[in-house]
C-alpha cells in the first residue's frame, strides 16, 4: 500500500465525480447507425423512467450485478443493442415544445395595468375605511335585522273561538289564560269540564240536538246602567209618530268553556258586566243585521249558524231603518226629555251642521229634498214635517208627553265621531253607527247627542266655505242619507285661518303640517267645544272602535268611577297598566305605585341618570321623582297662560287622606295609559311647539296616551283652543289634552276597561315589558314600551295598530280569518283535529259569544251582503269562501 493510498485527503482521482462513461460501440458490431443515437436502455425499455435513473449510480458497463437492470433475462450488451434495434420510432421521447413568448411592449403594459388596479384597490380600501369611520362617529351604523321578538314564540290561545253550545256559567268557567304557577295546565282541566258537559247533553254538537241558550234583553240585565222608570225618562222612538221602539241588543248568560280572562283592566273595577256574552245576532240584530233588505235590514247574516237568531224578535218588530232620520230623532228625544237638562246654551252665531236646538232656532240643514236633488220617499203616514220651521204639520198623537220647562240641571255630553268625506261607508260601519245613537242619544233621554265631525280633505275641490249649497251638497255626495243631518265639515285650510301662526316643527316631514288632520287633529275639536256651548263634555270617538256590550253601559259606568277618583297619586296611577293577577286587588295597586314613585326601583332606566346632560337637574337623585300635586307649570313663567282660576290642592300631599279630588267630575278621562313622553324612544314626544326652550329649559312637563278617543270637558277644550290661537302653544293630538290638564292641574284620569290578548305570555314578563319605562311606569325613558318596543301590544284588543282586535272581531261575524272559521267551523265539526292551536280545532260548536269588550282598530270589514232582486228571493254568497 503506498502513500498514495494512506493519503486522507484521497486521490486526485477519488475527487472527481462519478460521471457515467460512454464507449463508443465496434461499427463491426453495430446493427446501424441510429444506435449511437439512441443507447439508453431506459428508453428501449421502459418509456416511463426518466434520464436521471440512468444516471444515479456509476457502474461498469461489464458489470452484471451492479447493474441496475440486473434482472433483466439479458447478460450481454449485444443483448441489449439486439433488443434496442428492435425498437419502434413511436416509443422515442417526444421533441421538447415551448410557449409562444410575448412581445415585451405587451408584457410591459400588462405589468402596468396590473399595478394600477393594485393602487385603485387600495385608494378604495382606504376611502372606504374613512367613510366606514365618519358614519361609525355620527352613529349611522346599518344594523342586522333584528332577530323575532319574544312574544312570537309564545303559543296562541284557542278558546277565543268557542261556540255558544259550549256555554257554562262564569264562576263555573276555568279560563284557558291566564293560569297561576299553582294550577294545572287548561288540558287537564277543559277534558273534566268537557265530559261534565256531555253527560248533562248527551249528543255531540254535530248533532244538533244541544239547546242554544235562551237570550235576554240587556234592560233586563241586573248590572245594567241603563235608566230606568225611576229617572223620569220619556221614552224615545225611531219616528216621529212614536209608534216604532227602539229594539234592545240581547245577551247571553256565562262564556264558552275555557275563554280566557281579560290581562289587562278589570270588570269589577268598572262594575261592568263579565258574567254574560253577545253573539253578533244579539248585538247587531236590531239595528239590521240577520234580515234582508226588502224588509228594511242591511241584507247581512244570513250564512253561518243561525239557530236561535230569530230570538231577537221575539218581543220587538223588525225595524225597516230605510227612511230613518237621526239626527230628527235625536231632536225629538231631547225635547221630550228637556225637562232634566239646564237651558240651552246657543251660539252667537247658528253653527253650520248638527245643533239640537234647530227646530227651536229654525237652522236646521236642508234634506236632499229641500235641495232638489231627488224626491223625497212616501211615508206610509201622509203627513210630512212641516220644511219652512222643522215642526210637524199635523198635531201629535194623544198619548205623546208634552215637553217640560227646563228646570233640571243633569249635564250634556256630545259623542262626536271623527270621519272624513272619501270615507266609504260599509254595511258594517252603518249599524254600528246605529248602535251608537240608538244605545247613547236614545236610550239616555237625550243625555248624549251623536255629531258626525267629517273633514273635507279637497276643499279646493269642493269650497264648502264660499257656498252653503256646496256644504250641503258635499254632505249629500259622501253620508249615507239617515246620518246626513248630524253632519259638521271641517277642513285643513279652515284650521290654517282660525289657528295662525304656529311654529311647525315638521317632525314627520312635509307632507303632515301642523294643522293637517294627522298632527292637526285636536283643533277641529277644540272649535267644535267653541261652538257648541250646550254641552259640558265631549267624547272624541272614531270610526274604528267597536264595542261588543253597551255602549251607553260602558261610558256612563266609566264616567262615574272616574268621578270617584281621588287626585293623591292620581297621575302615579294613570302611567301604569293595571294587571289584576300580577298587582291583585285596586288598593294594592295603589299602594305599588305609590311606593315605586316616591323611592324608585332599580331597572335599565337609571343608568341614564349619571350620563351628563341626561337630567334638569344635576342634583336629582338617581332613585325616586316628584309625585303630582297641583299644577304642573312651564319653567319660563311667560309660558303660563290664563291659569288665575286653575284648581288648586286644598291641603299638603302627605295631609290629604285620598280625600281631594272624590266626587269631581273628570275634565279628562283616557282609554290607555297616560305616560310621560320625555326620553322615550316615541317619535312624537318632542311634537310641542309654542314654548320657550332656550337656556337649558328643554321641553315643558308634558303627557301623552296612544289613540285619542277619550272624553275632554269643555274648559279643557277651551283652555287647548284659546293657549292655540293666543299664545300659540300646541302639541301632537295624543299629547296635547293631556299636557294641558297636567299644567293646569285639571283632574285626568285612565280607565282601566278590559283589555284581552291573543298569546299565552308569562304574566310577569308581561308585566315588566308594558311598564318597563322609569320607577314602574309606562314611560319616562329609554326602556319604555311606548316607542320602539310598541310591537309587543300588537296582540292586545286595544292599540293603535293591534292585530289580534280585527281578527277576533271578523271570526265573531261569522268571516274566515286566516283560512280560519267561516260557516263551516260553526256548524260542522271535525273530529280529527287535536285542538292544539287555533287553525286545529274542531269547531262545531256554533257561533262565537263575546263578553263586552273594547276592540280598536276594526277597519274595512266587508260582509257578504245579499243581492237585491225584484223577483225572486235575495241570496248572498258564503261567507267561508
Not at 242619544?441 to 269650497?463: E, F, M
Not at 292637526?520 to 263634555?537: D, I
Not at 322615550?680 to 312637563?701: F, R, V
Request: hydrophobic share 30%; proline share 7%.
Amino acid at each position: 500500500m503506498g502513500l498514495s493510498s494512506l493519503n486522507p485527503l484521497g486521490s486526485r482521482e477519488a475527487k472527481r465525480p462519478k460521471l457515467p462513461l460512454y464507449k463508443e460501440l465496434d461499427a463491426s458490431k453495430a446493427s446501424s447507425p441510429t444506435k449511437e443515437k439512441y443507447s439508453d436502455d431506459d428508453y428501449s425499455t421502459n418509456d416511463s423512467d426518466s434520464d436521471a435513473s440512468d444516471y444515479s449510480e456509476a457502474s461498469p458497463p461489464s458489470s452484471r450485478g451492479g447493474s441496475r437492470h440486473s434482472s433483466s433475462s439479458m447478460s450481454s450488451a449485444a443483448g441489449l443493442m439486439h433488443t434496442k434495434k428492435k425498437a419502434t420510432f413511436a416509443s422515442r421521447r417526444p421533441v421538447r415544445r415551448y410557449l409562444y413568448r410575448l412581445p415585451n411592449r405587451l408584457v410591459r403594459y400588462l405589468c402596468i395595468g396590473m399595478m394600477s388596479t393594485i393602487i385603485i384597490f387600495i385608494f378604495c380600501l382606504v376611502r372606504a375605511s374613512q367613510v366606514e369611520n365618519k358614519r361609525i362617529s355620527q352613529g349611522k351604523l346599518d344594523h342586522k335585522p333584528a332577530a323575532p321578538p319574544p312574544w312570537e314564540s309564545f303559543e296562541f290561545l284557542t278558546r277565543y273561538y268557542g261556540g255558544i253550545r259550549t256555554l257554562v256559567p262564569f264562576t263555573q268557567n276555568t279560563p284557558q289564560y291566564p293560569k297561576l304557577e299553582d294550577e294545572g295546565s287548561y288540558n287537564a282541566t277543559k277534558t273534566e269540564q268537557d265530559s261534565s258537559k256531555r253527560e248533562e247533553v248527551p249528543d255531540e254538537p254535530s248533532s244538533g240536538a244541544t239547546k242554544i241558550a235562551a237570550s235576554k234583553s240587556f234592560p233586563e240585565y241586573p248590572g245594567s246602567a241603563l235608566p230606568g222608570h225611576d229617572d223620569h225618562l220619556n221614552e224615545c222612538f225611531l219616528d216621529e209618530w212614536n209608534t216604532v221602539q227602539v229594539p234592545s241588543i240581547r245577551y247571553m248568560d256565562g262564556r264558552p268553556l275555557g275563554f280566557p280572562d281579560n290581562i289587562l283592566g278589570s270588570y269589577e273595577l268598572l262594575s261592568l258586566p263579565e258574567d254574560i256574552c253577545f253573539d253578533r245576532f244579539g248585538r247587531y240584530g236590531p239595528y239590521g243585521y240577520g234580515y234582508s233588505v226588502q224588509t228594511g235590514g242591511l241584507g247581512l247574516g244570513e250564512h253561518g249558524d243561525t239557530e236561535g237568531s230569530n230570538a231577537a224578535w221575539k218581543n220587538a218588530k223588525q225595524v225597516d231603518w230605510h227612511n230613518v232620520d237621526w239626527a230628527d230623532a235625536q231632536r225629538r228625544c231631547f225635547k221630550t226629555n228637556a225637562g232634566r237638562y239646564a237651558p240651552l246654551k246657543s251660539p252667537s252665531e247658528a253653527p253650520r251642521g248638527f245643533f239640537i236646538g234647530d227646530n227651536i232656532q229654525g237652522t236646521k240643514l236642508k234634506t236632499r229634498a229641500e235641495a232638489g236633488t231627488e224626491p223625497e220617499p212616501e211615508r206610509v203616514d201622509a203627513a210630512k214635517p212641516d220644511q219652512t220651521n222643522g215642526t210637524s204639520s199635523v198635531p201629535p198623537a194623544e198619548g205623546i208627553p208634552t215637553p217640560e220647562k227646563p228646570k233640571g240641571d243633569m249635564p250634556r255630553t256630545a259623542i262626536v265621531i271623527r270621519c272624513w268625506d272619501e270615507f266609504l261607508w260599509r254595511e258594517e260601519d252603518v249599524m254600528n253607527l246605529r248602535a251608537l245613537i240608538a244605545e247613547l242619544s236614545l236610550a239616555s233621554g237625550g243625555r248624549y247627542d251623536v255629531h258626525l265631525l267629517v273633514q273635507v280633505r279637497n276643499d279646493a275641490k269642493y269650497p264648502v266655505w264660499a257656498d252653503d249649497e256646496t256644504y250641503r251638497a258635499r254632505i249629500r255626495e259622501a253620508i249615507p242619507r239617515e246620518f246626513q243631518g248630524m253632519v259638521t265639515l271641517w277642513s285643513e285650510t279652515q284650521m290654517l285661518a282660525l289657528y295662525q301662526g304656529l311654529h311647525d316643527l315638521w317632525v314627520r316631514g312635509p307632507d303632515l303640517p301642523v294643522h293637517g288632520s294627522y298632527r292637526g287633529l285636536q283643533m277641529a275639536m277644540q272649535h267644535f267645544a267653541y261652538n257648541h256651548p250646550e254641552y259640558e263634555y265631549f267624547w272624541q270617538w272614531e270610526m274604528d272602535i267597536r264595542y261588543t256590550g253597551h255602549y251607553y253601559d260602558l261610558l256612563t259606568k266609566m264616567e262615574r268611577w272616574a268621578k270617584e277618583q281621588p287626585r293623591k297619586g292620581l297621575w302615579e296611577r294613570n302611567a301604569r297598566f293595571y294587571m289584576p293577577y300580577v298587582h291583585g286587588a285596586w288598593e294594592d295597586f295603589k299602594q305599588m305605585a305609590r311606593v315605586q314613585t316616591e323611592h324608585g326601583t332599580l331597572g335599565a332606566d337609571n343608568i341614564w341618570d349619571k350620563v351628563p346632560k341626561s337630567s334638569k337637574d344635576p342634583h336629582q337623585s338617581t332613585l325616586g321623582e316628584e309625585t303630582i300635586w297641583g299644577p304642573k307649570r312651564p319653567v319660563d313663567k311667560n309660558d303660563w297662560f290664563e291659569y288665575e282660576n286653575d284648581p288648586l290642592p286644598h291641603t299638603t300631599y302627605e295631609r290629604d287622606k285620598y280625600k281631594w279630588g272624590v266626587g269631581e267630575e273628570a275634565e279628562l278621562i283616557t282609554l290607555s295609559p297616560i305616560f310621560d313622553p320625555d326620553n322615550t324612544s316615541w317619535k312624537l314626544a318632542d311634537d310641542i311647539t309654542g314654548y320657550n326652550e332656550t337656556g337649558g329649559i328643554g321641553k315643558p312637563p308634558r303627557r301623552a296616551q296612544i289613540i285619542t278617543a277619550s272624553r275632554m270637558s269643555r274648559r279643557l277644550l277651551l283652555q287647548m283652543h284659546r293657549e292655540t290661537a293666543f299664545k300659540k302653544h300646541h302639541a301632537f293630538p295624543e299629547m296635547w289634552p293631556a299636557t294641558v290638564a297636567l299644567q293646569h292641574g285639571y283632574k285626568a284620569v285612565y280607565a282601566p276597561h278590559p283589555v284581552f290578548v291573543d298569546r299565552e305570555w308569562p304574566t310577569e314578563y308581561m308585566a315588566r315589558i308594558l311598564n318597563g319605562g322609569r320607577n314602574g311606569a309606562s314611560g319616562g325613558s329609554r326602556t319604555s314600551v311606548f316607542g320602539d318596543r310598541e310591537h309587543n301590544m300588537k296582540g292586545l284588543t286595544w292599540f293603535y295598530n293591534a292585530g289580534f282586535s280585527a281578527n277576533i272581531y271578523r271570526r265573531w261575524l261569522g268571516l274566515r280569518v286566516n283560512n280560519d272559521g267561516g260557516e263551516e267551523f260553526e256548524v260542522t265539526p271535525d273530529m280529527s283535529m287535536n285542538e292544539t292551536s287555533v287553525n286545529t280545532m274542531r269547531g262545531g260548536e256554533g257561533r262565537m259569544c263575546l263578553p263586552p269588550m273594547l276592540l280598536h282598530p276594526i277597519k274595512d270589514v266587508d260582509l257578504p251582503v245579499e243581492e237585491l232582486k225584484t223577483d225572486t228571493a235575495a241570496q248572498g254568497s258564503d261567507p267561508s269562501a
